[in-house]
C-alpha cells in the first residue's frame, strides 16, 4: 500500500513538472529571460520620454535636422521635401529596429487572434492586435533603447526596410544622407553605430524573434566597430537605463564599440 502512495506521488509530480514545462515552452523568450523593458508598455508614454530625454539635443536621427516644437527646421540641415510636406514639416519617433522585425515572430501579428474582432464582427490581425493580446510585444515596441526622433517623411518612406550598403550617392532629401531604394536603407556613417547596437540590443534583450538575419549580421557587427560609442550615445543610453531599468551592455565608455553580451 505504502508503494502504491510512492508511486501515485511520483506520478503527481512529474505531472506538476510536465505543466510548469509546457507552460515555459508557451512562454516567448522575452517572458523567460527579461533582459528587456519591463516598464513601459505603452508606445505613447515612451514617445513622451524620447522628447523629454532629446530637449537638451533636439536634432532628428538619421538627417540630423534641428526642431522646435517637433516642427522641423529644414535650413538647420539642408533637407529637401520628397514628397510628403505635411510628414516632413514634423518629427516622429522613429522604431530603428522597425516593429514588423519583431511582431512578426507572434502568431497574433500573422493570423490574428479571437480577441482581435471588430464591432462589425471583422476580425483584424497584424500591429494592432498584437497590442492588444500582448504585454510582451507592448514593452518591446516601446522600449526606449530603440526609438529616435526622426524626419516624419523620412519614417515614412523607411518603413520596415533592412540596413545595408547602397552603390552610389542617390540623394532625395537633400542634404540629408541617407539613402532608400529597392526597400533598403543606408544611413549616414555617424549613426552607423548606433543603429548596429540598437540591433544588437533588441536581438539580446529578446531572443528568438528574429531581429538579427545571419545576412545582415556581419554589416551590423562592421558599423559597431567602426562608429565607436559618442558622447551623446552614451549619455542617451544611461538616461534611458534611469527611466526603464534595465540595461544596454552593447554601449559601454565613450568611444568603446561595446561590451560583446552572449545571446
Given at each position: 500500500m505504502d508503494s502504491c502512495?510512492?508511486?501515485?506521488?511520483?506520478?503527481?509530480?512529474?505531472?506538476?513538472?510536465?505543466?510548469?514545462?509546457?507552460?515555459?515552452?508557451?512562454?516567448?523568450?522575452?517572458?523567460?529571460?527579461?533582459?528587456?523593458?519591463?516598464?513601459?508598455?505603452?508606445?505613447?508614454?515612451?514617445?513622451?520620454?524620447?522628447?523629454?530625454?532629446?530637449?537638451?539635443?533636439?536634432?532628428?536621427?538619421?538627417?540630423?535636422?534641428?526642431?522646435?516644437?517637433?516642427?522641423?527646421?529644414?535650413?538647420?540641415?539642408?533637407?529637401?521635401?520628397?514628397?510628403?510636406?505635411?510628414?516632413?514639416?514634423?518629427?516622429?519617433?522613429?522604431?530603428?529596429?522597425?516593429?514588423?522585425?519583431?511582431?512578426?515572430?507572434?502568431?497574433?501579428?500573422?493570423?490574428?487572434?479571437?480577441?482581435?474582432?471588430?464591432?462589425?464582427?471583422?476580425?483584424?490581425?497584424?500591429?494592432?492586435?498584437?497590442?492588444?493580446?500582448?504585454?510582451?510585444?507592448?514593452?518591446?515596441?516601446?522600449?526606449?533603447?530603440?526609438?529616435?526622433?526622426?524626419?516624419?517623411?523620412?519614417?515614412a518612406d523607411r518603413s520596415n526596410y533592412s540596413m545595408a550598403m547602397i552603390p552610389g550617392e542617390v540623394r532625395h532629401y537633400g542634404g540629408c544622407d541617407i539613402e532608400i531604394i529597392n526597400r533598403k536603407i543606408e544611413p549616414r556613417p555617424e549613426i552607423r553605430g548606433d543603429i548596429a547596437r540598437s540591433y544588437l540590443y533588441m536581438a539580446w534583450a529578446y531572443p528568438g524573434t528574429g531581429i538579427i538575419s545571419k545576412k545582415n549580421r556581419p554589416l551590423l557587427t562592421l558599423w559597431d566597430r567602426q562608429d565607436p560609442v559618442s558622447p551623446w550615445e552614451f549619455k542617451r543610453v544611461r538616461h534611458i537605463e534611469a527611466i526603464q531599468g534595465n540595461r544596454n551592455p552593447f554601449v559601454g565608455s565613450v568611444g568603446s564599440s561595446g561590451q560583446r553580451p552572449t545571446n
Open positions: 502512495k510512492g508511486l501515485g506521488a511520483l506520478l503527481k509530480l512529474a505531472r506538476l513538472v510536465l505543466i510548469f514545462c509546457v507552460f515555459l515552452c508557451q512562454c516567448t523568450p522575452a517572458q523567460q529571460q527579461r533582459r528587456g523593458n519591463t516598464k513601459i508598455d505603452s508606445f505613447s508614454k515612451a514617445k513622451k520620454h524620447i522628447y523629454r530625454l532629446f530637449a537638451e539635443r533636439p536634432a532628428t536621427f538619421y538627417c540630423d535636422c534641428k526642431y522646435s516644437g517637433r516642427v522641423v527646421d529644414h535650413q538647420s540641415c539642408d533637407y529637401r521635401v520628397r514628397k510628403n510636406m505635411k510628414r516632413a514639416a514634423r518629427t516622429e519617433i522613429e522604431h530603428v529596429v522597425p516593429a514588423h522585425a519583431f511582431g512578426q515572430s507572434f502568431k497574433a501579428w500573422r493570423e490574428g487572434d479571437g480577441r482581435c474582432t471588430r464591432k462589425d464582427g471583422t476580425r483584424f490581425k497584424g500591429r494592432n492586435c498584437l497590442r492588444k493580446v500582448s504585454r510582451n510585444f507592448r514593452l518591446m515596441e516601446a522600449d526606449m533603447f530603440n526609438l529616435q526622433p526622426a524626419v516624419g517623411e523620412v519614417n
